[in-house]
Structures are given as structure tokens and as C-alpha cells.
């Protein structure tokens, strides 16, 4: 259903135009709310992950381009627009012209996500590798360790509340649509319930933390776990001290040249290579 857009104001692109992160989240409050995707591809991830959507806007030079992500829900309205338009909206130009706002899916439980995991890797080597985040409220990072753990073998990723939404738009932006390529869900907070959770389900865990007494991230204890959770914290502050307390192991990355550590989003990549 398409629709030329005349006017910014217009009540229908108040979720593109007005609505901020939470209040998108919050949409349909107690229920699931809403989320943008920006540009093709990540909508296209999106969509094959079995997420609906609300409706989109599409600059108008990219209607044909965007049409295989609308062809198939007649129903749902197609706003069109001047790409200046798009541009103002957005607060600058790396959208591809597309963005669509879809409706969020209720997420499961920690155990429902794992025992899911591991029915699909019956058949494969039977080992579990998971990354959890804790506190990290910086979206960029959080989008970018989801698409390390999705491009490094990981098979989930749990996140406390506390983190940045991995649905918000720079989230699932720097982490080029990965979060709808891994199965990930909310874990409660950690030393009070989600690290027990964890070992109760048969998990390893073992904090990313810079401290003296530590494995390195290549000790052969960790490669030959079955089920091993690797825990991330935030930038400067990293894990709480009784979150590392309640992890079977604390790990770290051998550093030179004097370095201390590298970017929390640096080391993911760098753990899930390392224990896959």
C-alpha cells in the first residue's frame, strides 16, 4: 500500500519521526512494542528471522530496490519520500534510503533459548559456546559483539537489562543485522540468579576480567568445556566484583607493547575465535 509523503508531520510517521528508542520499545506497552531496521539488508534479515512489519519508509529512488521487502504484505503501508526528507529524519544519510518499522517478538527464557540451542547441535559437535553481556550500555558494542559471537561460532548471546537494547537502531546497525541471525534473550541479573542459572544448566562460566589471578583466554580447560558461557562487562568498569566471584574462572587476553586490554567489543571477537 503505497503512500506519497506530503508532510513530516503526518500522525503515521510518528514512530519514524517523533518516538525515541524507549518509547518505540514501549509502543504497545504491556505488550511488545516496535523497532526500526535501517536499510535493505538488515530489513531482509529481519524479515527471514519472522519478524512483521508495521510499515516502512522508502525514499523514492529506492522503491524498486526495497520492493522484495513489501511485495509480500500488501496490507502493510509503504510511506514514500524525498531523500532530503528521509535524511532529516534519520539525522544523516547511511540508511540506504529504507528504513522499517517492525514489531517486536516476545522473547523466551533463558532455559527455553538453551534447551533450543542444544536440540540443534544434537547433531553437530555438541558443544556449546555463549556469550553473556553485563552492563554494557553502549550500543555500538553491543551490536558488535552479537556479530562477532554470530560470525564466530557462538550459539546465543544473553543479555542483562541492564545493557543497551540490542534492538536499537545502532545496535543492530553496527552489527549489520546479526542479532536477528543468533538466538539471544534476557538474562537476570547475574551473580543473583543468572550465573547459578547458568551452572545449574550444566555451563562453565568464566568472567572476561583483568585481573592477576586469571587463565589465559587459550587455556586447554576452556577449550574442552562442553557448555562454556564467556561473560563481558562494560568499558572502563567492567563485571561487578560479585558477578566475577560467582564464575567458575576468570579469563583474560595476553597483551603487549605495554597494552592492557582491548576494546570489550576487540575481545569478544578475539575470545569466541579462541574457544569455538
Not at 77 to 84: E, I, N, Q, S
Request: charged share 25%; proline share 6%.
Amino acid at each position: 500500500m503505497l503512500i506519497e509523503v506530503r508532510d513530516l508531520a503526518m500522525e503515521e510517521l510518528q514512530v519514524f519521526v517523533e518516538l525515541n528508542e524507549v518509547q518505540l520499545a514501549r509502543f504497545y506497552e504491556p505488550k511488545t512494542g516496535l523497532f526500526i531496521a535501517e536499510s535493505d539488508k538488515v530489513a531482509k534479515r529481519a524479515l527471514e528471522a519472522g519478524f512483521r512489519p508495521h510499515s516502512y519508509l522508502i525514499e523514492d529512488k529506492k522503491l524498486e530496490r526495497a520492493r522484495p521487502l513489501f511485495e509480500d504484505y500488501p496490507d502493510v503501508p509503504v510511506y514514500v519520500a524525498k531523500h532530503d526528507d528521509i535524511t532529516t529524519i534519520t539525522g544523516y544519510n547511511l540508511t540506504g534510503g529504507i528504513l522499517v518499522a517492525m514489531y517486536r517478538q516476545e522473547k523466551p527464557t533463558v532455559s527455553e533459548l538453551l534447551d533450543t540451542v542444544t536440540d540443534r547441535k544434537r547433531n553437530g559437535s555438541g558443544r556449546l559456546r555463549i556469550a553473556v553481556m553485563e552492563g554494557i550500555v553502549n550500543p555500538a558494542n553491543v551490536g558488535a559483539i552479537i556479530r562477532s559471537a554470530a560470525a564466530l561460532n557462538a550459539d546465543a548471546v544473553l543479555v542483562t537489562k541492564d545493557c543497551a537494547d540490542p534492538l536499537y537502531r545502532r545496535a543492530i546497525r553496527v552489527g549489520m543485522g546479526c542479532v536477528f541471525q543468533i538466538p539471544w534473550t534476557y538474562i537476570p541479573p547475574l551473580a543473583d540468579g543468572g550465573i547459578p542459572l547458568l551452572k545449574d544448566l550444566g555451563f562453565t562460566v568464566a568472567a572476561m576480567a583483568l585481573l592477576d589471578d586469571t587463565l589465559p583466554i587459550d587455556a586447554p580447560v576452556l577449550k574442552q568445556c562442553d557448555k562454556l558461557a564467556l561473560v563481558f562487562g562494560a568499558e572502563g568498569e567492567g563485571l561487578l566484583p560479585a558477578t566475577i566471584a560467582s564464575c567458575d574462572h576468570t579469563v583474560k587476553i595476553p597483551m603487549s607493547h605495554g597494552v592492557d586490554s582491548l576494546n570489550v567489543a576487540a575481545s569478544s571477537a578475539v575470545a569466541f575465535w579462541e574457544v569455538r
